[in-house]
């Protein structure tokens, strides 16, 4: 086998690992397979006239130190042949950057694009289980990396191949025997750096894991800092940033520290300064023989060390493709993420009253969240799901606005079953107050206007000023015009206000609440709770009690266990039960938080 052979299988692997089933390289660059054929094949021009100057120094010094007159002509022709190809090189070369980048920057725009528009589309409960992390290294990390796919690798193979077989050519012309010694540090190289993408795949899977854990560490900590620090937490979110962050450099370290030998071996053994020693050792010791002349040693020496340098390209190149194979996977796992069923002739709902008929769910489709539940939210009235951590309350509240469609039964608005309300419509008659606030990075007056977006200010502030945070807003430096997370740094209380506030402007006849007073101190407590007593006004309001004192006034409460409903009634009727809420009450009034 010869080293081209070599290269050539080398690369092959590579890109057979990325073509390979499950890996999504191949489909994502489809549509550019084209313009970078034509890249590659101006590449290859470019990295074969790039050799010319190299060879014309060469024989320029054997004709030269040839015996008898020196041929002057010959000498200039074969510089200005030598210049000409240089120019030439550049000019190829540049084409081949320009068009790959022009390529890249539409490509990375239309993944990006692709994936917003797919995220926009995906039920709301696949958001529940990835973190932002995950979701941020696919629309940037991963993207960014694939741009060296279409940028450079393609490309830098085709360049990390074509200049040594250029070279390869005119050394075998010029003497085979020593052709073959200008191979060893290459062939060398390519053993070694064989060795060191062992188990590169499985490697990689836990690389990108503890990436993806403190990018999610990372993110959480900075946008929850207002929060942490007014419950006096910045410590511990501190620590567990750090704890991900070690725990990845940890990996990290064990990881390169098993390759470094094999990489400082094939980096010395395809270094120019180890080619040339061999070249010149074996060179010096076949003219002393008298199996070469002295002259001819002359292009081994110039072309020689520069072989293993151009197929060190091809390492490069491998490990990229590796990348691009888990960043490719990802990313059309995105776009991959089945929409949320849209009713092909939509409905609108009559009327706001929500019913549960014989309602199961199941996230993993063998273990049900939700059993069999039936239970209905008459329009006006205030319905609490109150029980254990883990019995199911949050799933079932999130089944209204279609977070995930119900495993069995259904859920009906105004007699009109939920999946065949068309989206849009659905958030216009249902509202979400959570507790784990979100706002955007925009002004705090886009944030209330989210659903809104032509509200006038009158509107806007009319909101604020219902949800107790009018006052607080005028006190940020450019108040309504203040950015979230920039000049807007607000507590957790405030941004639930502030959240409260976009539920009032949206003015949606029916409300999904996660108490929002869950983790608030006792002044934020009461501020919020007279924010939200103005938001249900006249709503119906479905919401998920973790502080058991704030529903008592609930027209029904409903007790789950287990993802059943095992208890329902007004306040005063489930004490008098004695049964799971009665515990729960007498447990909540010595201090214990339920849910």
């Known amino acids: 086998m010869t080293t081209a052979d070599a290269a050539s299988e080398l690369f092959a692997d590579a890109e057979q690992e ?28 470019s990295s074969a006239l790039g050799v010319m100057p190299f060879i014309a120094v060469a024989e320029i010094g054997r004709v030269l130190l040839a015996d008898g007159p020196t041929d002057e002509r010959r000498a200039w022709l074969i510089a200005g042949l030598g210049a000409g190809a240089m120019l030439l090189q550049f000019i190829f070369k540049m084409a081949s950057g320009a068009i790959t980048h022009f390529a890249d920057v539409d490509f990375q725009f239309y993944l990006r694009r692709s994936m917003a528009t797919q995220l926009s589309t995906v ?14 290294k696919a629309l940037e ?57 062992r188990g590169f795949g499985e490697k990689m899977v836990a690389y990108d894991q503890a990436l993806e854990d403190v990018n999610a560490s990372s993110i959480a900590f900075v946008q929850g800092i207002a929060v942490v620090k007014t419950y006096g937490q910045a410590r511990r979110s501190y620590r567990q940033f750090v704890e991900h962050a070690n725990r990845f450099v940890d990996y990290f370290w064990d990881w390169v520290r098993g390759q470094i030998p094999w990489i400082s071996a094939g980096n ?39 072989l293993a340098a151009a197929f060190l390209t091809l390492s490069f190149a491998q490990n990229d493709l ?33 019913t549960f008929e014989q309602v199961s769910f199941s996230y993993d489709g063998r ?7 039936d239970l209905t939210l008459e329009p006006g009235t205030v319905t609490a799901l109150v029980g254990p951590s883990g019995s199911g309350k949050s799933t079932l509240a999130r089944l209204l606005p279609r977070f995930w469609d119900t495993s069995e039964g259904r859920i ?85 206000r502030v959240s409260i506030a976009r539920a009032v402007l949206a003015d ?88």
């Open 18 to 45: 990325a073509s390979a089933p499950g890996s999504q390289v191949g489909r994502l660059v489809e549509p550019l397979r084209g313009t970078i054929a034509v890249a590659c094949v101006l590449q290859a021009i």
């Open 123 to 136: 039920p709301l409960g696949w958001f529940n289980d990835r973190n932002s992390g995950a979701v941020k």
């Open 141 to 197: 990390d991963d993207v960014s990396t694939l741009h060296h796919i279409v940028g450079h690798s393609y490309t830098n193979i085709v360049g990390a191949l074509v200049t040594p077989v250029t070279a390869l050519v005119y050394l075998f012309i010029v003497d085979w025997r020593m052709a073959l010694v200008a191979l060893i540090p290459i062939v060398g190289g390519i053993v070694l750096y064989g060795f060191m993408y």
């Open 268 to 306: 010395t053994v395809m270094s120019p300064i180890f080619a040339m020693v061999v070249i010149v050792a074996i060179g010096l010791g076949m003219t002393a023989s008298g199996a070469i002349e002295p002259i001819d040693l002359l292009p081994f020496i110039i072309l020689g060390p520069s």
């Open 322 to 354: 590796m990348l691009a194979q888990r960043a490719a996977d990802r990313v059309a796992a995105v776009l991959d993420t089945p929409s949320l069923p849209e009713a092909e002739d939509p409905r609108t709902p009559v009327g706001t009253r929500v």
């Open 367 to 373: 273990n049900e969240a939700v059993r069999e539940v």
């Open 412 to 496: 009906t608005i105004g007699g009109v079953p939920v999946d065949e309300i068309s989206s849009d419509e659905l958030y216009r008659q249902v509202g979400l107050v959570f507790q784990d606030v979100q706002l955007l990075r925009m002004s705090i007056r886009d944030n209330i206007a989210l659903a809104r977006p032509d509200a006038s200010f009158e509107d806007v502030e009319r909101a604020a000023r219902t949800a107790q945070i009018h006052e607080r807003i005028l006190e940020l430096p450019r108040g309504y015009d203040s950015v979230a997370g920039e000049d807007a740094v607000l507590s957790g209380g405030e941004a639930q």
């Open 508 to 595: 949606t006849p029916i409300l999904v609440l996660d108490e929002a007073t869950a983790f608030a101190d006792p002044e934020a407590e009461a501020s919020i709770q007279d924010a939200i007593s103005e938001l249900i006004s006249g709503r119906t309001l479905l919401v998920i009690a973790h502080r058991l004192h704030t529903i008592v006034g609930a027209d029904q409460i409903c007790v789950l266990e287990a993802g059943r409903i095992v208890e329902r009634g007004t306040h005063q009727e489930l004490l008098a039960r004695e049964g799971v809420y009665r515990r729960l009450w007498e447990a909540s009034q010595v201090g214990e938080v339920v849910g």
